[in-house]
């Protein structure tokens, strides 16, 4: 973890019977239309159950989540969750951060129900400042449906959604995001 500055958590259910329900509730709440790309916050409970399907025993969603944030005494504050769905052609965000606020974690659950269809998540080393990424191979993680992406916030990042893709993002930090949300380097999704 310390190394690659995320944790890949494989649970016991690739939560199919919720991806449905998830995408319904996506347009039945204040969502953003641009180009080829739709995304909101949908149903709070209903993505939320999605994200951590089939990691619930032992609260094995919350452990990762805390402990790649790190230990602290301080509450956990969530953003999100998003879901994020390509209506037509491919989107690719050029890299950015996994959260808005450097000491924050995030966390990716791909939708997609075939391997055509799955987001590819391009990682890129701790601290490597944006304007080098061109220069170095990133590791390109394509979730399974099972698997829940755990990133540092601090960790560049770079998403290619193809056609028909969709994938859900939730935020987790100690304290608000605040002036984050505004920095340059902040996936647009992020700051809804």
């Known amino acids: ?100 606020s450097d000491d924050a974690v995030s966390a990716f659950r791909d939708l997609a129900n075939t391997k055509e269809t799955r987001t590819n998540f391009r990682i890129y080393p701790p601290n490597t400042p944006r304007e080098m990424t061109h220069e170095i191979q990133p590791v390109n993680r394509k979730l399974q449906p099972n698997e829940v992406l755990i990133i540092k916030g601090s960790v560049p990042m770079g998403i290619d959604l193809p056609p028909q893709g969709c994938f859900i993002w939730q935020g987790n930090s100690r304290r608000p995001m605040g002036h984050d949300m505004i920095k340059s380097g902040v996936f647009e999704f992020m700051q809804i």
């Open 1 to 100: 973890m310390e190394f690659t500055g995320f944790v890949v958590l494989s649970t016991s259910s690739d939560g199919s019977d919720r991806v449905d329900a998830v995408k319904r509730s996506l347009y039945s709440f204040n969502h953003v239309e641009k180009e080829s790309l739709v995304y909101g916050r949908g149903d709070r409970e209903t993505c939320k159950r999605f994200i951590t399907s089939g990691a619930e025993e032992n609260n094995a969603f919350m452990e990762r989540i805390q402990e790649v944030i790190g230990a602290d005494d301080s509450p956990l504050l969530y953003q999100g969750p998003v879901v994020v769905a390509s209506t037509e052609g491919h989107s690719a965000w050029p890299p950015g951060l996994a959260h808005p």
